[in-house]
């Protein structure tokens, strides 16, 4: 039989341990080959609007080439070129538009009821040609017919088109020719944003991106529009990749606060395109009119250093500032972008590529089996489960890995076990320290005090960073990377170890330990039901706020402290961590020490918090990996800070109640 001792550990329990260590060793190696793919890719898109700057050159009286150059000098390496409309056409002189109402009120001879909905008049053959053929691509030939004729030297053109006039103003009708071709001629790369259009002809996607082809120095396609989503969408998504592909280019996915205002089928094509695929940030001109050019430029710096952002999306500024003229002020605003830039390495150019990065499958199925076994150690600890089970359990994991990876269904589970891994590591930490809360009790030196808090911070952590490395590991690839793919139930992995934690506290972790059954009896005072109320609506801003894409955005306040933060430290630490679970970690230490159990609890709620924020902060794989690291240290040094000062408040206040008239 095995010797069962104080000190003795279980062959079982070593063995699962083992293949945690194993894991984590292979996370390293996992987490080593993405830094060395994310240290070269350094290449940054700085795109100007074309739209916007003509319109600002409009109004100024610029001359467009003069100003492009000097801002090509000062940074701006590529050009964003929307599909024309009816509106822009007739604002540069290029048509004039009449509908069938126009015509036969213009008419001195009466006019066929079944004349065109609307008919363009154009005197320019390059734009007639351009229009007539985006036209027959876009919507077939039978609701276009194009006329010309050149009369004495001077080109007079119509086209009649079958549509809606109340609709044409918001409709695409394809790129100008003359107008792309100012980009190459000036030595900027092309960004194209194609627009999505309510029914396509069965060819018609291939044949547009075969028109695409005649654009020199396409170096992305970025889709634009009202409709919000991708051309081809729902149907044709399959032809659009393929002509995304013949082009060579790539396919920029705008960043969004919120998943629902993502652009619909853009991820499905980048699923299809991975190695094709670039992340894109914009700000948009209603918010750049609360910024100044300062605060853009470290907005953008943050998105290139931290989310992999590798195409700017950039609109001129049309307020001077700073006692400049607005074309000094522009001109400044993309130099300091640049030099930031470049300052941190990054090269101005056609944005990099991850070329499909992904590490061994053999590593992954490494790092399953340790999170298989993560999973079980946290049910020994938690139920004291027996070696049987465990056995069992462990037995399964390692089937089931197999399956996946023989499969072809690795990546599920790889996700599933990423949520297991990250929810079970730092509840193992919280929960295996319950009894090294108590080991200092009665003792009255605040040095102590704070030395055994900070070695609890500093054990837990550890493991917790474990468990985020597990997700890092399980989840480096291009995919997540670019934030095309991302790890599902990211609530769950804030929530259950929260609670679990909680419930294990009170059942086994509390000096006086209760049965369920006795928590349930508990009777319920007014301050209950306030502090109730209290931690439900802390508990539901907490869940709002979790995740990639939180519902609720930063506060103005909060954003002013994030960029405080950020300008001070190389990545900002997260508030739950520094300013809540690592504080609320030392501070229950320091409590337990002078022997105060009550209210505990809450505390240990506000640990868990903290310490699955760490693995939370790993998940995040659009952001750099160093910086990660960076972020999670940052935090606990900052969270220790913290985390003094309130054990040394709650000293002095407890010394000042003990030498108090009434405590004698």
């Given amino acids: 039989m095995e010797e069962k001792g104080p000190n003795k550990v279980k062959p079982l329990r070593l063995l699962l341990w083992v293949l945690v260590g194993a ?69 540069d002189k290029y048509v004039r538009v009449y509908s069938a109402e126009d015509m036969k009120m213009l008419s001195s001879v009466p006019v066929p009821e079944n004349i065109p909905a609307v008919r363009f008049i154009i005197a320019d053959k390059q734009i007639h040609e351009n229009l007539s053929r985006n036209l027959e691509i876009l919507f077939g030939t039978e609701r276009v017919r194009a006329e010309s004729q050149d009369v004495k030297g001077a080109f007079h053109g119509s086209i009649d088109f079958t549509a809606d006039p109340k609709e044409l103003s918001f ?13 190459p001629r000036l030595g900027f790369n092309v960004v194209l944003r194609p627009e999505a259009k309510d029914s396509y002809p069965t060819d018609s996607i291939l044949r547009y991106f075969e028109y695409l082809k005649s ?19 729902p149907d044709f998504l399959d032809q659009t990749a393929d002509g995304i592909a013949s082009l060579g280019c790539q396919l920029g996915m705008i960043e969004v606060p919120q998943v629902q205002l993502a652009q619909k089928g853009v991820r499905r094509l980048a699923l299809k395109l991975k190695d094709k695929a670039v992340r ?27 989310r992999n952002m590798r195409v700017l999306y950039l609109r001129p500024f049309t307020t001077a500032q700073n006692g400049k003229n607005l074309l000094e002020t522009n001109i400044e605003y993309f130099s300091n972008l640049k030099k930031e830039l470049t300052a941190q390495g990054f090269t101005l150019g056609e944005a990099g590529s991850l070329n499909d990065f992904s590490p061994p499958s053999i590593l992954f199925v490494i790092i399953c089996t340790g999170a298989a076994a993560s999973g079980i150690i946290l049910l020994e600890v938690l139920f004291g489960t027996g070696e049987a089970v465990s056995i069992i359990l462990l037995i399964t994991g390692i089937i089931i890995t197999a399956l996946a990876f023989f499969s072809g269904h690795l990546l599920i589970w790889r996700k599933l076990m990423a949520l297991a891994a990250g929810m079970s590591l ?9 009894p090294e809360f108590a080991k200092l009790q009665g003792v009255q030196s605040p040095g102590r005090i704070i030395g055994r808090a900070t070695w609890l911070l500093i054990r837990i952590s550890l493991v917790s960073i474990a468990g985020g490395i597990f997700v890092m590991g399980l989840l480096s690839s291009a995919l997540f990377m670019l934030q095309v793919d991302q790890l599902s139930g990211i609530k769950l992995l804030m929530i259950v170890p929260v609670i679990i934690v909680i419930f294990d506290y009170l059942l086994k972790g509390a000096p006086v330990k209760k049965s369920f059954e006795e928590l349930m009896k508990i009777p319920m005072f007014l301050w209950h039901v306030i502090i109730i109320i ?36 190389v990545a900002r630490p997260r508030f739950k961590e520094f300013l809540i679970g690592h504080p609320g970690l030392m501070l229950a230490s320091a409590l337990s020490s002078a022997g105060i159990y009550g209210g505990i609890w809450v505390l240990m709620m506000i640990t868990a918090i903290g310490q699955v924020d760490i693995v939370d902060s790993f998940g995040h794989i659009h952001t750099s990996l160093i910086a990660t690291f960076i972020r999670v240290f940052n ?30």
């Fill in 171 to 183: 409709l695409g009708l394809g790129f100008l020719k003359s107008e792309v071709e100012i980009a």
């Fill in 426 to 434: 730092p509840t193992i930490a919280i929960a295996t320290s319950f």
């Fill in 280 to 306: 894109v940030q914009s700000i948009s001109q209603a918010y750049m009119q609360r910024l100044n050019s300062d605060e853009t430029v470290d907005i953008f710096d943050l998105g290139v250093r931290e």
């Fill in 534 to 569: 209290v931690l439900l609506g802390a508990g539901a801003i907490y869940i709002l706020r979790t995740g990639n894409a939180p519902e609720t955005p930063a506060s103005e306040y909060e954003r002013t402290i994030r960029n405080f933060l950020d300008s001070i430290l």
């Fill in 215 to 233: 654009f020199p120095k396409v170096s992305c396609v970025v889709f634009g529009g009202v409709r919000n989503q991708a051309a081809g969408y």
């Fill in 635 to 664: 935090g606990i040094i900052l969270g220790w800070f913290f985390g003094i000062a309130a054990i040394l408040i709650f000293w002095v206040f407890s010394r000042r109640i003990q030498r108090s008239p009434q405590a004698k």
């Fill in 23 to 91: 894991a984590l060793i292979s996370a390293l190696v996992v987490g080593y080959l993405r830094i060395k793919v994310e240290s070269n890719y350094k290449n940054v898109n700085l795109v100007l609007d074309y739209d916007a700057f003509k319109e600002l050159a409009r109004s100024q009286s610029w001359n467009e080439d003069d100003v492009l150059k000097k801002f090509k000098d000062a940074g701006i390496t590529g050009l964003a070129f929307s599909e024309t409309n009816v509106d822009k056409l007739k604002l």
